[in-house]
Nanobody
Framework: QVQLVESGGGLVQPGGSLRLSCATSFTLEYSAIGWFRQAPGKEREGVNCISAGNAVTTYVGSVEGRFTISKDNAKNTVYLHINTLKPEDTAVYSC????????????????????WGQGTQVTVSS
């Protein structure tokens, strides 16, 4: 059974940091994993992705230099390190695997992704 389980969200003050985790039930040696977020009242957007070969794709420019994606193949876990959090980063963050478990990162369009976690809430507020 394909499972992705996110954790690590919470309430953080502006300027703070978080590390989100995405634990998967399958090996990351043969699948890319992407992070997405959906803010209240907005469409879900791709944040970034890490390929099976550790190539990183960033889908939204506003996270450049603040969000870092990494993974531990031995733990089947992908991480999203978020620094210098802003109120506009408030959203439900979800991880996903692409259709056919592609080893490469597809575009950030949700239609390219088939397997999703339940999401973890990140709230940035003072």
């Amino acid at each position: 059974q394909v499972q992705l389980v996110e954790s690590g969200g919470g309430l953080v003050q502006p300027g703070g940091s978080l590390r989100l985790s995405c634990a998967t039930s399958f090996t990351l040696e043969y699948s890319a994993i992407g992070w997405f977020r959906q803010a209240p009242g907005k469409e879900r957007e791709g944040v970034n992705c890490i390929s099976a070969g550790n190539a990183v794709t960033t889908y939204v420019g506003s996270v450049e230099g603040r969000f870092t994606i990494s993974k531990d193949n031995a733990k089947n876990t992908v991480y999203l390190h978020i620094n210098t959090l802003k109120p506009e980063d408030t959203a439900v963050y979800s991880c996903a695997a692409p259709k056919d478990f592609s080893i490469y990162c597809p575009s950030g369009s949700a239609s390219n992704w088939a397997y999703w976690g339940q999401g973890t809430q990140v709230t940035v507020s003072s």
